[in-house]
């Protein structure tokens, strides 16, 4: 007896749906995604018990005649592929013709479709893949869909469906994304009788965002264009206050994917500003030209894959690294006080910073002077010191070339520097941690400590792409005692230390010796600074590439030798880290993350006092 049988038929199309229908879900996007394919301007989707008992997908597109609704039906029909070259370019959301028959030979599925011009429609019924009826039936133009009873067949596959709320949940999801995709289509979306949402065609893909996700003005839009790669989109600025985590929706040409080089990139760029780990919220519009992108890789169609992926991730990543360069300061609101409780006082200068000087408006132009004449501008003498913690890091003059695995991306961005420090002025502090400035737009309330720690780390890391760091060398080595695993830790990583201004050896016991430490630490700090590094590399994998170690290594040496919080600081040093700060490329945070100012907004200000 021949042990290899062809399969029934029936069994074959079970198994091609277990490929296509994950779940409810997957049902709903190859529905809507055949609607889009036929031009719709509207699709409706209703739902009952999460889409266990009935997914039903309704549109306005061109529909179907009597004959091409019955082949829909048969596997591997498709109106969208002709010969094997179509392959290599595929304008099409759909094309494999396997979703419609999938479908079918899992639930009861009806098919009610019309083309445009014709008297009637067609009503098509199938039960388990099986034609149960053909018939003409009275409907509008366009084609709707009920799939009743996913699974209702295969009782193994249906108990791994999760709750009904759960269920709804994901096809809710679905729905959201695709119709983000689609913006010009009006979509709505009905689940147990309820109008989850509904969203009217939009003008731009900002309206659609609105629409799903409501306010949205704190998302950076994004724009860049390079060797025929557009990349359009909005996502979440580096000083984000909200959850770590946030949706993140990538689109080819239109379509839905899910895809490796896209999401490092992604994570990449956000990495360069900053090396919390986080998932943000990101909305990307890719458009490329159709041969240099394969989509006939994955069954469902949700995974690409890239003619050129080194050019794809480089260019995605510079147009997210560029917009978070560019992104904006968390906005503080005012609530407003009617009754003080008590008499004002007269306002009384802060001291020692602005007292007696006569300074002319920035924004109203020059002040005249009690003589009627104009009042010259208040004269700082001298240039603006640079004390330790900010002075430049010196050239090396051992530095010797750096291979090309241990190479850092420069934390510079190829626009220009943003310009949200360049015209504060400093008015003091607050408990010698915060300085307070003003601007054109508002008032600014900067941490001095995270603030130094940005303009530290991004010098560090520019450093560190030529050479090395400059390092002082101790007249009597330390001795710092740590843990075993924390030696094992900073020795495994002993080049990449040596690289930022530490020669460190083991001395035996439980202390390693030290005799050179980074020009930028005090010795006060050299000690606590090893162990918070030590405590840094435990905990990234020891696969980690030399980049991810040295910039979690840059990252803790910038905050141990940032000027600290209750360090009071004079007008000019304030207003140097102001002006080193303009310089950095993403100055709305720390390497770990933290917000380095809250912005009042000229508007907020003058909404609270009523005038306007």
């Known amino acids: 007896m021949a042990k290899i049988q062809r399969l029934p038929v029936d069994l074959a199309n079970q198994i091609a749906a277990g490929e296509v229908v994950e779940r409810p879900a997957s049902v709903v996007k190859e529905l809507i995604e055949n609607s889009l394919d036929a031009g719709a301007h509207r699709i409706v989707v209703t739902t009952e018990f999460g889409g266990k008992r009935l997914v039903r997908v309704e549109d306005d597109g061109e529909g179907m005649e009597a004959g091409d609704a019955r ?35 899992v639930s009861h599925l009806t098919l009610r479709t019309r083309a445009r011009g014709l008297a009637a429609g067609t009503e098509i019924r199938v039960h ?4 149960a009826s053909v018939t003409d039936a009275g409907c509008p133009d366009g084609t709707r869909i009920d799939v009743e009873d996913i699974f209702y067949n295969l009782p193994a596959r249906r108990k791994f469906l999760k709750s009904d709320a759960a269920e709804a949940g994901q096809i809710s999801r679905i729905v959201s994304q695709l119709a983000l ?20 065609p939009a003008a731009s893909a900002l309206e659609r965002l609105f629409q799903i996700y409501g306010d949205v003005s704190d998302l950076i839009e994004l724009q860049k264009e390079a060797g025929g790669l557009v990349v359009t989109g909005y996502l979440a600025p580096l000083a984000e206050t909200g959850p770590k985590r946030g949706p ?33 919220e990101v909305h990307l519009f890719i458009a490329m030209p159709l041969d240099a992108v394969d989509v006939n890789v994955h069954p469902t169609k949700a995974e690409v894959r890239f003619r050129e992926q080194s050019f794809v991730h480089e260019v995605v990543r510079r147009a997210v690294a560029d917009a978070l360069g560019q992104g904006p300061a968390p906005a503080l609101t005012l609530t407003s006080t009617p009754n003080f409780g ?32 104009e009042a010259p501008p208040p004269q700082l003498h001298g240039a603006f010191p640079t004390f330790a913690p900010i002075a430049p890091i010196a050239p090396d003059a051992t530095d010797a070339p750096v291979a090309p695995d241990g190479s850092l991306r ?43 720690e940005r303009v530290l780390y991004e010098r560090t890391l520019e450093r560190l792409t030529s050479g090395r760091l400059e390092s002082q060398r101790l007249l009597v080595p330390m001795l710092v005692e740590m843990s075993a695993a924390a030696r094992e830790a900073l020795m495994t990583r002993a080049g990449d230390l040596e690289r930022l201004g530490f020669e ?40 980690s590439p030399a980049e991810a170690a040295l910039k979690h290594m840059s990252a803790t040496i910038a905050c141990h030798a940032a000027v600290k919080a209750n360090y009071p600081l004079t007008y000019e040093k304030m207003v140097h880290i102001l002006s080193e700060l303009a310089e950095t490329a993403y100055s709305t945070v720390c390497p770990h993350g933290r917000p380095v100012l809250l912005r009042l907004t000229r508007r907020e200000i003058e909404k609270n006092f009523q005038r306007i």
């Open 71 to 105: 082949l829909a039906l048969e596997r591997h029909a498709t109106s969208k592929i002709r010969v094997s070259s179509d392959l290599a370019a595929i304008a099409t959301l759909g094309f494999r013709g396997e979703a419609l028959p999938s479908i079918a030979s």
């Open 342 to 373: 008590g008499p004002v006082g007269d306002t009384l200068p802060i001291p020692g910073v602005l007292a007696g000087g006569f300074y002319p408006s920035r924004w109203r132009g020059p002040v005249p002077s009690h003589g009627g004449a």
């Open 181 to 200: 995709g689609a913006w010009p289509v009006g979509f709505s979306l009905v689940a147990a009788g309820r109008r989850v949402f509904d969203c009217p």
């Open 504 to 543: 460190v050896e083991e001395f035996g016991g439980d202390a390693l010796r030290v005799s050179a430490v980074p020009g930028l630490l005090g010795m006060s700090d050299a000690a606590e600074t090893l162990r918070a590094l030590a405590d840094d590399l435990e905990g990234l994998d020891r696969g």
């Open 128 to 131: 388990g893949g099986t034609v």
């Open 248 to 280: 993140q929706n990538v689109f080819i040409n239109g379509r839905l994917v899910r895809d490796r080089t896209i999401a490092h990139a992604i994570a990449d760029a956000y990495s360069i500003a900053s090396i919390k780990e986080r998932s943000p």
């Open 410 to 452: 420069t934390a510079s961005h190829p626009s220009a520097p943003t310009e949200i420090f360049a015209p504060l002025i400093p008015l003091g502090q607050f408990r010698d941690t915060f300085i307070i400035a003003v601007d054109a737009e508002g008032v600014a309330i900067i941490d001095q400590h995270v603030a130094h």
